[in-house]
């Protein structure tokens, strides 16, 4: 049964310290989407990619978060330095298909708790 | 923009039916609904493309009007398993720039 691998499942982390989520996407499935969610703001796209190429970032807070792909098999999302405000529940997701005429399916997220 | 899901709760009885709405004030290319439950990760429920057509998956069906630029999620003989947040997730071109509502959370009671 294939499915999005994301690490850590939780992490509480002091303000100013550096967060790196990991995602190991679906083996084939080349399109690859970080999203956050809150309860004020819901699921927001922060980045994605295709074939490891970011495609459009512009969701993402450039100054702090940062996204890569070093090979197909895993995806990094970085907050340096993080802040209370990043607390959330942090997405990765996939799609193999070059549409969005087909399925994104969904990692079981990151719980970013920043005090 | 993001999608405006109506209602934004709403309360069952296990059996009874319940239709959930999304509206964007954009043209939209497809359409996806997702449930999720608390703690978990977002569900695919279904996608609609451009069309307007009227999908099923077992009691769980959704159409799509394109030119209102709308979606509904029919939920019929609603079953405890239901229970959950529903989202609708929209695009307005064939990339994946997926814009998601705040979210329907629905509840079915015994």
């Known amino acids: 049964d294939a499915r999005v691998t994301q690490t850590p499942r939780h992490k509480v982390t002091e303000m100013g310290q550096e967060v790196t989520m990991r995602c190991q996407p679906i083996l084939g499935h080349n399109t690859v989407f970080w999203y956050r969610q809150t309860m004020m703001q819901g699921l927001e796209l922060l980045a994605y990619f295709r074939n490891r190429a970011p495609l459009d970032d512009s969701g993402m807070p450039k100054d702090r978060f940062s996204a890569e792909m070093p090979d197909a098999t895993l995806a990094t999302l970085k907050i340096q330095p993080s802040e209370p405000r990043d607390s959330a529940v942090y997405f990765c997701?996939?799609?193999?298909?070059?549409?969005?005429?087909?399925?994104?399916?969904f990692g079981e997220g990151s719980w970013l708790t920043v005090v | 923009q993001q999608p405006v899901q109506s209602p934004q709760a709403v309360i069952l009885r296990e059996g009874e039916d319940a239709v959930i709405n999304c509206s964007s004030s954009?043209?939209?290319?497809?359409v996806h609904w997702y449930r999720q439950k608390h703690g978990e990760a977002p569900v695919f429920l279904m996608i609609?493309?451009?069309?307007?057509e009227q999908k099923g998956h077992e009691k769980i069906s959704a159409s799509f009007n394109e030119k209102k630029q709308q979606s509904s999620l029919y939920l019929t003989a609603s079953q405890l398993s239901y229970s959950g947040t529903y989202f609708c997730?929209?695009?307005?071109?064939?990339?994946?720039?997926?814009?998601f509502g705040k979210g329907t959370l629905l509840t079915v009671n015994p």
């Open positions: 609609l493309l451009k069309g307007g």
């Open positions: 997730g929209t695009a307005s071109g064939g990339n994946y720039k997926l814009t």
């Open positions: 954009k043209a939209l290319y497809s």
């Open positions: 997701a996939n799609s193999g298909q070059e549409s969005s005429g087909n399925t994104i399916y």
